[in-house]
C-alpha cells in the first residue's frame, strides 16, 4: 500500500476533490475522477477521519492521507522491433527514436514501446533499476518527438547517467520548426515575465512549469508561490522563413528537463511550434505569410521537433561521448518546402 500526504495551501479550490487532484504529483497520474473513487473507497483521510464525500470543504493547513493500492504487475514483454542504434557498449545504448514510438509502457500503450524493443535487442542485459515497466530508462523525449536517447544496460551506468540528468550536466540540443521569429528587439518578447536575451539573440525562458489548472494532461507556465519545478530553456533562431518572419528554423537546449518544456515554453512566448496539436497556440502565421508552403505547414502532423544533439560522460569509462542526429525525413521535407518561401535569412 502506498500513501501520499498532502497538507492544504491558500491557492486552491476548496472541494477535496479538486484540491487533491491539484496537489497530487504528476507521476502519481490521480485524475480528479480516481480520486473521487478513492474518496467513495474510504482511502481518502483527514484530521476528522476518513472522508465521506467528495464535495468535502477543505481549508488551508488541513492535511489529508491518499492510500493507494498496489498497481498491477505490470508484464513488458520483448517485442522485435526495429531499433536505429547509434552506439552500443557493455553498460549503455543510444538509440534515435522515431517520432510516433511511446518510450515506455503505460495505459493506452502497453506494447510497441521503446522498452519493449530494448527487452528484445538487449535481452538480459538492461539494468532493472527503472523497474517492469522502465528498464534502463534515465530519461524521455515525446511520444511524437523524434532523436537521440540513452538507456542503461547496467545498474552502474543507470545511477551514473541518472545523476548527470538530475544535475543538468548532460548536453541536449533540440531543432524545432516554430511559428514566428526571435528579434531581440520584439517589445511584445521582452515584456514578458520570464523573457530575457543573452549574447548571440539567444532567447531565454526561464519560469516554473505546473500542471495546468483545467488540464492535468498539459503543463503550463507559473511564476509565484512554490508550486511547479523550475525550468530554463534557451533558443537560438538558425532560419527565418516567409512574410514578415512567418516561421524559423530554431535550436533549443534544456539547462533543466521538464514535461514538454521545450514546447510549453515555446508557445509561452508566442512561437509555438508548427504541427504541436497541445501548445502550438493562436500565434500563427498566415497562409499568404507562408507562400507555397502554408499547405505543408497546415497538414504537418506533430510537433516539428527533434533530439538532434547528445552529450554526457560514460559513467563507466569516464569519457565524453557526444551524437548528433540528422532532421528525420518529415521534418526535412517541411524545412526544403520553408526555404522555398521568401525570405530566408540563415543566421
Given at each position: 500500500m502506498t500513501e501520499l500526504f498532502l497538507t492544504i495551501p491558500d491557492n486552491v479550490d476548496d472541494r477535496i476533490d479538486k484540491a487533491l487532484a491539484d496537489l497530487v504529483p504528476a507521476e502519481a497520474a490521480l485524475s480528479r475522477s480516481r480520486i473521487a473513487r478513492l474518496i467513495a473507497e474510504g482511502a481518502v483521510s483527514g484530521p476528522d477521519g476518513v472522508v465521506r464525500g467528495a464535495k468535502l470543504k477543505v481549508q488551508p493547513g488541513q492535511s489529508f492521507r491518499i492510500h493507494l493500492p498496489e498497481p498491477e504487475p505490470v508484464?513488458?514483454?520483448?517485442?522485435?522491433?526495429?531499433?536505429?542504434?547509434?552506439?552500443?557498449?557493455?553498460?549503455?545504448?543510444?538509440?534515435?527514436?522515431?517520432?510516433?514510438?511511446?518510450?515506455?509502457?503505460?495505459?493506452?500503450?502497453?506494447?510497441?514501446?521503446?522498452?519493449?524493443?530494448?527487452?528484445?535487442?538487449?535481452?538480459?542485459?538492461?539494468s532493472g533499476i527503472g523497474g517492469a515497466?522502465?528498464?534502463?530508462?534515465?530519461?524521455?523525449?515525446?511520444?511524437?518527438?523524434?532523436?537521440?536517447?540513452?538507456?542503461?544496460?547496467?545498474?552502474?551506468?543507470?545511477h551514473g547517467l541518472a545523476a548527470q540528468f538530475e544535475a543538468h550536466s548532460a548536453e541536449r540540443a533540440y531543432l524545432a520548426l516554430a511559428h514566428g521569429v526571435i528579434d531581440a528587439a520584439d517589445s511584445r518578447l521582452r515584456g514578458l515575465r520570464g523573457i530575457s536575451f543573452e549574447p548571440g539573440a539567444v532567447l531565454k525562458i526561464t519560469s516554473r512549469l505546473d500542471r495546468h489548472?483545467?488540464?492535468?494532461?498539459?503543463?503550463?507556465?507559473?511564476?509565484?508561490?512554490?508550486?511547479g519545478r523550475h525550468a530554463v530553456t534557451r533558443a537560438r533562431m538558425l532560419e527565418q522563413f516567409g512574410r514578415p518572419g512567418a516561421a524559423m528554423l530554431v535550436e533549443c537546449r534544456l539547462e533543466t528537463g521538464r514535461t514538454h518544456q521545450i514546447r510549453v515554453h515555446m508557445a509561452y512566448a508566442?512561437?509555438?511550434?508548427?504541427?504541436?496539436?497541445?501548445?502550438?497556440?493562436?500565434?500563427k502565421a498566415s497562409a499568404r505569410a507562408l507562400g507555397p508552403a502554408a499547405d505543408m505547414v497546415q497538414a504537418f502532423a506533430r510537433q516539428?521537433?527533434?533530439?538532434?544533439?547528445?552529450?554526457?560522460?560514460?559513467?563507466?569509462?569516464?569519457?565524453?561521448?557526444?551524437?548528433?542526429?540528422?532532421?528525420?525525413?518529415?521534418?526535412?521535407?517541411?524545412?526544403?518546402?520553408?526555404?522555398?518561401?521568401?525570405?530566408?535569412?540563415?543566421?
Open positions: 508484464e513488458t514483454r520483448p517485442q522485435d522491433i526495429p531499433l536505429h542504434v547509434v552506439y552500443e557498449d557493455a553498460d549503455l545504448i543510444v538509440i534515435d527514436k522515431p517520432a510516433g514510438m511511446v518510450v515506455h509502457p503505460a495505459p493506452g500503450s502497453p506494447d510497441g514501446t521503446l522498452v519493449n524493443a530494448l527487452l528484445h535487442h538487449c535481452a538480459s542485459s538492461l515497466a522502465r528498464p534502463g530508462i534515465v530519461h524521455r523525449i515525446d511520444k511524437d518527438t523524434s532523436g537521440l536517447l540513452v538507456a542503461a544496460k547496467s545498474d552502474r551506468a543507470h489548472p483545467g488540464d492535468r494532461q498539459k503543463q503550463a507556465v507559473s511564476f509565484d508561490g512554490g508550486r508566442g512561437l509555438g511550434l508548427i504541427g504541436d496539436p497541445v501548445y502550438g497556440g493562436a500565434r516539428a521537433l527533434h533530439a538532434a544533439r547528445l552529450g554526457f560522460v560514460h559513467p563507466v569509462t569516464g569519457a565524453y561521448l557526444e551524437f548528433t542526429s540528422q532532421l528525420p525525413a518529415d521534418m526535412q521535407a517541411l524545412l526544403t518546402g520553408l526555404r522555398g518561401t521568401a525570405p530566408s535569412q540563415p543566421r
